[in-house]
């Protein structure tokens, strides 16, 4: 008698789950078949036979609905040109990791293109450096001396505060447009300013020919070995 009881409870419940659960979306058409022939079988009654006809009646709208659905939502996909290739591909780049953005954010540290810089002076060409951790920011420019305020220092290039193991490179803007310059001073994370005095003096081949004034100008920190630098920073130099 217990069997037949839990038998009976368990093709309740699948039918139940059909009818008042809001729909079939939750049981398999398989499962909810069984039930209802389970339901039927012990019940025996003209009143639930009624109900479990309902059931089916519903079973089939339902299914005729999801068909329609379906039918409806291909048509109107290969109306506008999605082909079940196409929306694949696009589910695929849904779920797919989001790709490294790191080289598009670090461009936008810089107040200007690095590649426009043309080293021209103080001995090194860093036009191949990979920009690096160390960040400036806020560049003043006086008549005599530039001023800066470090972001991030150079720890991660293996300096100390007061190390000055890197090259601070100044360009400014000639005349035609072209941004010219290059190193002109050693530089250590607790300098916040840099004199200028080599650039007037003729540096390495520095030169202000053809450069206004005022002028933009841009600040650098270059690796000693060219291959790293810091972001760069922009301001206008009177003098």
Do not use: H
């Not at 293996?158 to 803007?173: H, I, K, P, Q, T």
Request: aromatic residues 8%; contains cysteine; negative net charge.
């Amino acid at each position: 008698m217990k069997q037949t009881k839990t038998a009976w409870l368990a093709g309740l419940v699948l039918v139940a789950a059909a009818m008042w659960g809001g729909g079939c979306s939750s049981l398999t058409p398989e499962a909810l078949e069984a039930g209802v022939a389970q339901a039927r079988k012990l019940a025996g009654t003209a009143g639930i036979e009624e109900r479990l006809a309902a059931v089916e009646e519903r079973m089939a709208a339902g299914e005729k609905r999801d068909q329609l659905a379906y039918a409806f939502t291909w048509l109107t996909a290969e109306k506008a040109g999605i082909t079940e290739t196409v929306a694949r591909d696009w589910l695929a780049g849904r779920t797919a990791p989001a790709e490294d953005e790191s080289e598009e954010v670090a461009t936008d540290v810089d107040a200007i293109d690095y590649a426009s810089l043309k080293w021209k002076f103080g001995g090194v060409d860093g036009a191949k450096a990979a920009l690096s951790s160390p960040r400036l920011s806020g560049l003043k420019a006086g008549t005599k001396s530039i001023s800066y305020k470090w972001e991030q220092g150079l720890s991660d290039w293996g300096l100390s505060n007061g190390d000055a193991g890197a090259l601070a490179c100044l360009f400014v803007e000639r005349s035609n447009g072209e941004i010219v310059g290059g190193k002109f001073d050693w530089v250590s994370t607790s300098r916040s300013s840099r004199g200028l005095e080599n650039i007037f003096d003729g540096y390495s081949g520095w030169t202000l020919d053809g450069v206004p004034n005022p002028a933009k100008c841009y600040f650098v920190v270059l690796s000693s070995d060219g291959r790293k630098r810091s972001n760069i920073v922009g301001a206008e130099w009177k003098r």
